[in-house]
């Protein structure tokens, strides 16, 4: 049964520092994984999806790799801002056919001015 | 407007009552599904539906019903509440017609509190 987990489970930062928020799962056999931010009272957002053939996407300050032999990937924030405060969740999605995603249970990131 | 709406965004209500939670869209997606989330367990699928007349149930499906009314409109139903299906709900929809298939597009979330 794939497990994911996301360390650590809180974070926080002075603005303006580079940070790592890091995924980890149990099988290897994944399609691809998504990085979602979460707000409160505004669901989550998807901010970058890594198919399983590839080793990184980049949105912005925003940089996410994979290493699926490993079971590990990371999402890297360059220069946070306080507006970057939020839960960053982590998703794969595995080989079969349901599209079902499993999630970490999240970081919650804190950017102070 | 929001693309994916739930109604309604909280609710408390009893042990044994019958609860409903909506979930509308206006993406034109087929796919639709329900999360529920706890803290420190992320998101768990409770029941996912890729067209209005296949219905799937998902990790933790027991105590819980859905109906797909129509391509729009996805309805998730707890018909004897009990107090530990107090959670977050989310409901999500995703294109499996575009290359962005597999980006799921969530609502707001319903908070259910059950006494």
């Known amino acids: 049964k794939q497990e994911v987990t996301q360390i650590p489970a809180a974070l926080s930062v002075p603005e303006g520092e580079n940070l790592v928020l890091n995924c980890s799962f149990t099988?290897?056999?994944?399609?691809?994984l998504q990085w979602f931010r979460q707000d409160p009272g505004k669901g989550l957002t998807s901010l970058l999806l890594?198919?399983?053939?590839?080793r990184e996407q980049t949105s912005g300050r925003l940089n996410a790799s994979l290493d699926k032999s490993s079971g590990r990937s990371t999402l890297y924030i360059a220069a946070s801002q306080p507006g970057d405060s939020a839960t960053y969740l982590c998703a794969v999605r595995g080989m079969d056919s349901s599209y079902k995603l499993i999630f970490g249970s999240g970081t919650r990131l804190l950017v102070r001015p | 407007d929001a693309d994916v709406t739930q109604t309604p965004r909280n609710r408390i209500t009893k042990t044994g009552k019958r609860i409903m939670l909506e979930c509308s869209q206006t993406k034109g997606h087929d796919r639709m599904y329900w999360y529920r989330q706890d803290p420190g367990l992320g998101l768990r699928l409770i029941y996912y539906?890729?067209?209005?007349?296949?219905?799937n149930k998902g990790e933790i499906s027991d105590g819980y019903s859905v109906s797909r009314q129509a391509q729009a409109k996805f309805s998730l139903s707890l018909e004897s509440a009990i107090p530990n299906q107090t959670a977050l709900y989310f409901c999500?929809?995703?294109?499996?017609?575009?290359?962005?298939?597999?980006?799921?597009?969530f609502g707001p979330g319903t908070r259910l509190t059950v006494l």
């Open positions: 999500a929809t995703s294109d499996p017609k575009t290359a962005d298939t597999d980006t799921q597009y």
């Open positions: 539906s890729f067209d209005v007349k296949d219905i």
């Open positions: 099988d290897s056999a994944i399609y691809n």
């Open positions: 890594i198919q399983s053939s590839q």
